[in-house]
């Protein structure tokens, strides 16, 4: 199984980094999850979009969510592309009100929002209670805490685990998330803070603090805000973790 780190950056694009953003491949296989501001771009040095077999979302604040439009654009008017959209449509596992969030953003005026429907090229899931098969893969969301409905994922493909935490605060399903986990991908937006907001994000310590309670194998640090101290939140988790830890890079390839 490979992860490729299509944007790191958390909560707005970055000066060196797309948003949040996600390939994973095992076999012939390939999904995505979340595809935020400036990912479609990245995505296309390191697969044709065509080529993804599920988009999976974390939650739809626009650093996770906003290229869904573009893609859009993609999906429906490149000419000749390898198959037909419509009659192969994408799968898109997200919460339950994707489809009207979708429209909002393509829509082009607010009096054709009730006509606009993106079901013609994308397949509408919402988050299952159930593990996803999409071929050898096994994704199982877990609730987080964060402002909106969000989502972890358990990503499960040849013998190996990767754990995505999309964006949380500190909360009990860390644990169930990261279990076991080969690589745990964990967001930590900022440095450990007595008045940080509860229910958000994560700092470096609490991310390495999650990465030691779960036995992860190895931790690495994404949602990296532009404004933050990236080097002081590496330091952090170094300081609590003793695994391998490292920050997320664009366009970074990691085998698991």
């Not at 990261?178 to 609490?206: C, K, N, R, Y």
């Amino acid at each position: 199984m490979r992860l490729t780190v299509l944007g790191c950056s958390g909560s707005i694009v970055g000066p060196d980094s797309p948003a949040s953003g996600y390939l994973v491949e095992s076999g012939d296989t390939r999904i995505v999850l979340d595809l935020g501001n400036g990912t479609l771009g990245a995505l296309q040095r390191h697969l044709d979009p065509f080529a993804m077999d599920a988009l999976f979302f974390s939650h739809l604040h626009p650093d996770h969510c906003a290229d869904f439009g573009a893609l859009t654009v993609l999906r429906r008017y490149r000419p000749n592309p390898p198959y037909d959209t419509r009659e192969h449509r994408l799968p898109v596992i997200a919460p339950e009100y994707a489809p009207q969030r979708f429209a909002q953003l393509y829509a082009p005026t607010a009096a054709e929002l009730a006509e606009t429907d993106l079901s013609d090229v994308y397949e509408f899931r919402p988050i299952p209670e159930e593990p996803v098969r999409i071929g050898p893969f096994k994704v199982t969301a877990v609730p987080m805490a964060h402002l909106c409905p969000t989502w972890g994922y358990r990503v499960e493909a040849e013998g190996k685990l990767l754990a995505y935490t999309g964006d949380t605060g500190p909360c009990g399903e860390l644990a169930e998330l990261a279990e076991g986990a080969d690589l745990f991908l964990a967001e930590a937006s900022w440095e450990e803070h007595p008045t940080a907001p509860a229910g958000v994000h994560l700092s470096g310590h609490q991310a390495a603090r999650a990465a030691v309670d779960a036995g992860a194998g190895r931790l690495l640090l994404t949602h990296l805000v532009p404004w933050t101290d990236h080097q002081a939140i590496l330091a952090e988790a170094r300081e609590t973790y003793s695994g391998p830890v490292e920050l997320a890079r664009p366009d970074a390839t990691y085998e698991i």
